[in-house]
């Protein structure tokens, strides 16, 4: 256990080295630098100039720290330096049109989308984890071949043109769901943990409980859409796996000593099936991150990829300089945690 745990930091550390090379060197690309904290005035740490005034700052103010133009080519290393330690202390600079604290401002909207991506995932595991098994238990049958001919259709669906599509039939022509937004208008929820179905439910307003339900009716659709590609991923891997499982000899042992077939599908072959599952899981939390650029665009949903992308078309280099090492920062993490997961499910090595 030790060394899977040395293991998976060791590859944390690396991780995030060659994440921070690439951030410093796209930092180095942006026509007026990234601005960090010096001082608690944010600064274009190339010139010196305050982003908030526009006025020189005096020496006085500027900290040994601030890349210069000859300190991008004569000393690189330093400045590497001072770019990691302002990093690892939480200074991620200040948006150049807000004049607020990027790190501040990331916290404010990543809860949403991790709020939307769990959503996702527990739509695509509540359906295709089941789906995968019934294909399984029908191999070559033809309920088998008709799963697997949609979750091959459903990976192929651009997710801008299911997010409209479902929005023109289920919102506009039924009028079940909303269309945008985490919560109704009608409902004013102190934003406590960020997540709105948690704030929803410790608010000590008279409508909590509706406030829950509707904030819970807008997460369906964003969700569904979401979670759309994870699901055929993890209803393929499910059936891939499952198919090897139920051919043990310990299945087959299982069943002949009159083992009930949900219990022997559930209880024993599931758990052994379970460990590419996790891989396949820990592979879409890219694809959650990348798709919630555009549902959340779609949906109006006030998250950490819109917040992004409305970066990138007001050219706000800090915030996307930040945004991306943020995100980055949590799909790693996302996936060596998934990953050491799997090893504690895994028999061979739990006990190494």
Do not use: C
């Amino acid at each position: 256990m030790l060394y899977l745990a040395l293991r998976q930091l060791l590859n944390l550390i690396l991780s995030f080295f060659v994440l921070t090379i690439f951030t410093f060197s796209l930092a180095h690309l942006f026509p007026q630098g990234v601005s960090f904290i010096v001082d608690y005035i944010p600064v274009d740490i190339f010139s010196g100039d305050s982003l908030l005034h526009g006025s020189q700052l005096n020496n006085s103010q500027i900290s040994n720290f601030q890349l210069n133009e000859s300190s991008q080519t004569d000393n690189i290393f330093i400045s590497y330096y001072h770019y990691m330690s302002q990093i690892l202390t939480g200074h991620f600079g200040y948006s150049t049109v807000r004049g607020t604290s990027v790190f501040s401002e990331f916290f404010i909207y990543f809860p949403a989308t991790l709020e939307l991506s769990l959503g996702a995932i527990i739509f695509a595991l509540g359906i295709g984890l089941p789906l995968g098994i019934f294909a399984a238990q029908h191999k070559n049958k033809w309920q088998d071949k008709l799963i697997i001919s949609t979750s091959l259709a459903g990976s192929a669906i651009p997710i801008f043109w299911w997010a409209m599509l479902l929005v023109l039939f289920f919102s506009l022509l039924l009028g079940v769901t909303p269309v945008a937004s985490r919560i109704g208008f009608e409902y004013d929820i102190l934003p406590v943990t960020g997540f709105m179905l948690i704030d929803t439910l410790i608010s000590k307003q008279n409508y909590a409980v509706d406030a829950f339900f509707n904030a819970l009716h807008h997460l369906i659709l964003p969700a569904i859409v979401l979670g759309t590609i994870p699901l055929t991923a993890i209803t393929r891997t499910t059936r891939s796996a499952m198919i090897r499982v139920l051919s043990e000899d310990y299945i087959r042992s299982a069943k002949t000593r009159g083992i009930a077939a949900v219990q022997v599908i559930w209880k024993y072959a599931l758990r052994n099936a379970m460990i590419p599952i996790i891989t396949t899981l820990s592979l879409q939390v890219s694809v959650l991150i990348a798709g919630s650029l555009l549902t959340e665009t779609i949906f109006s949903w006030p998250g950490a990829g819109k917040w992004l992308l409305e970066a990138v078309n007001r050219r706000d280099f800090p915030v996307i300089h930040g945004g991306i090492l943020a995100i980055a920062s949590f799909v790693i993490l996302s996936h060596l945690f998934l990953d050491f997961l799997s090893m504690l499910v895994d028999p061979k090595w739990r006990h190494r």
